[in-house]
């Protein structure tokens, strides 16, 4: 079964305020520390970027460029769009501590749909409204979803038709399948495998990659 890698580097960083998947770690630009590891796993790798930046980001031979739309959904549609492999499977850059092993069991789909990687949370959840807590949550069956997430391609795109159609926007890809009936599975992931969202992320993944911890 062929399997393609769709890389997502095609943010604008607004909570931080700049493309922060482009910015160096230890002397390498962050979407470069997941790009290394998806070539390492599957044969054909996408790297979606901002059209403007087509041109001016350096990726390894073998590698495909595809423009990014306006919002996280928008680019992952078109990264799908240019390939043909059975399955895809989506990672956030911004996510460089993400494993070879991640990306392998998510592309094993079994009898799912898609698989995603997650982990179960540890904290208390409440559900808040302004500044007053409603409730304590049950966590028992909690999870916190990550990237990578792998898909049948067919059913990635017709989802991304559907929900294009109503207008409806996911804040991750299995949402989409969750939302028209797809059978969804989950990966153990790690707590390490953290995203970049905000300034204090920054300095926590320097010690992290610059030190080359094992998650």
Same mark, same amino acid.
């Given at each position: ?19 922060k998947q482009f910015m160096e770690i ?20 996408? /790297?979606?970027?901002p059209e403007d930046s087509l041109e001016? &980001? #350096?990726?390894?031979?073998? +590698? *495909?460029? %595809?423009? !990014? ?39 094993? /789909? ?8 997650? &982990? #179960?949370?540890?904290?208390? +959840? *409440?559900? %808040?409204? !302004? ?55 989950? +990966? ?28």
């Amino acid at each position: 079964m062929s399997v393609a890698c769709v890389i997502l580097a095609a943010g604008e960083g607004r909570r931080v305020g700049f493309r922060k998947q482009f910015m160096e770690i230890c002397g390498k630009p962050l979407y470069m520390y997941s790009l290394e590891k998806a070539l390492k796993v599957f044969d054909e790798v996408l /790297l979606v970027v901002p059209e403007d930046s087509l041109e001016r &980001v #350096p990726v390894p031979e073998g +590698v *495909k460029k %595809v423009a !990014g739309g306006k919002e996280r959904q928008d680019s992952v549609l078109n990264g799908i769009l240019e390939t043909e492999a059975e399955v895809v499977v989506i990672h956030d850059a911004v996510r460089p501590l993400a494993t070879e092993e991640m990306f392998r069991q998510v592309s094993s /789909l079994g009898d799912y749909d898609g698989k995603v990687v997650a &982990v #179960p949370s540890r904290d208390t +959840v *409440k559900e %808040v409204s !302004g500044e007053s807590v409603l409730r304590t949550v049950d966590r028992t069956h909690i999870w916190l979803s990550q990237t990578p997430q792998g898909f049948k391609r067919k059913v990635l795109l017709e989802c991304h038709f559907r929900a294009r159609n109503e207008g409806f926007y996911g804040t991750d890809d299995a949402s989409l399948l969750e939302r028209y009936g797809y059978k969804v599975g989950v +990966v153990l992931g790690s707590y390490w495998n953290i995203k970049l969202t905000y300034k204090e992320d920054i300095q926590f993944l320097e010690r992290l990659l610059c030190k080359d911890v094992q998650v």
